[in-house]
C-alpha cells in the first residue's frame, strides 16, 4: 500500500514537473520575467584642473561661462547701484523706473558695446546668454585696468573669444572680489582688443 502511495506521489511531480515545461515551451502561454535593474550608479561629473596663476574664485567664474551655465552666472552677479535721471544720449545716468524721481537710486550692469550702457537688472539674464551661448573659448587673463568699466572698481578681466558670422570676436568678464559685475564686447573688438596693449596678463592668452 505505501509503495502504490509511493509511485503515485511520482507520477504527480512528474505531471507538475511536465505542465510547468509545457507552459514554458508554449510561445502561446505568456511567461513573466522580472523587470527588476540594478540601481542606476551616479557619474561624478569631473571638476577642471585649477590653472595657476589666478585666484579659485575667477577660475570658477571662467568654468561657468566655459559650460554655458548662464544660471549659475546670475548668482555670481555684482550689480552697480547709481541715481538715475534723464536720458540725453551716451554717458546719460540710468533710467529712472516709471514713477521714481530722478536721483533714485538703481541697479545696474554696466555692458561696454560701441558705446556705454547701464542696463537695468532684468536685462542681466539675456545679456549672459549673449556671450555664453556662442561657445566661448578661453583667451587670456588679466589684471584689470584702471579705468575699465568707469563704473565699476574691478580686479580682473577674463577675456573669452566667440565665434560670429562676422568673425571671431572678443568678451570681456569684468570680475571684481570674485562676481561678475559687467561685460566688455566693445564695438566689434577681437579678443586681442578686449584690453588696452600692455596690460598685464595672468594667465596667458590661449588658457
Not at 88 to 102: D, I, L, N, V
Not at 195 to 203: D, F, Q, W
Amino acid at each position: 500500500m505505501a509503495h502504490h502511495h509511493v509511485v503515485k506521489s511520482a507520477l504527480a511531480i512528474l505531471g507538475v514537473a511536465a505542465l510547468l515545461l509545457g507552459v514554458a515551451c508554449d510561445p502561446a502561454v505568456p511567461v513573466r520575467m522580472s523587470t527588476a535593474t540594478a540601481p542606476a550608479t551616479a557619474t561624478a561629473i569631473p571638476t577642471p584642473p585649477r590653472r595657476v596663476g589666478i585666484p579659485a574664485e575667477v577660475d570658477a567664474i571662467i568654468n561657468l561661462v566655459l559650460a554655458g551655465d548662464t544660471a549659475a552666472l546670475g548668482r555670481n552677479i555684482a550689480l552697480t547701484t547709481l541715481p538715475c535721471g534723464p536720458q540725453q544720449g551716451p554717458g546719460s545716468p540710468p533710467a529712472c523706473p516709471p514713477g521714481q524721481p530722478s536721483g533714485t537710486r538703481v541697479d545696474v550692469f554696466p555692458v561696454a558695446t560701441c558705446e556705454g550702457e547701464l542696463r537695468p537688472a532684468s536685462s542681466v539674464q539675456p545679456t549672459l546668454e549673449t556671450l555664453t551661448a556662442a561657445k566661448p573659448v578661453l583667451y587670456g587673463v588679466y589684471r584689470a585696468p584702471r579705468p575699465y568699466l568707469p563704473q565699476v572698481q574691478a580686479d580682473y578681466v577674463a577675456v573669452f573669444s566667440r565665434p560670429t558670422p562676422n568673425g571671431t570676436l572678443g568678451a570681456g568678464v569684468v570680475i571684481p572680489a570674485g562676481k561678475v559685475a559687467g561685460l566688455w564686447f566693445g564695438c566689434s573688438a577681437r579678443p586681442s582688443e578686449i584690453v588696452p596693449p600692455g596690460t598685464e596678463a595672468l594667465l596667458l592668452p590661449g588658457g
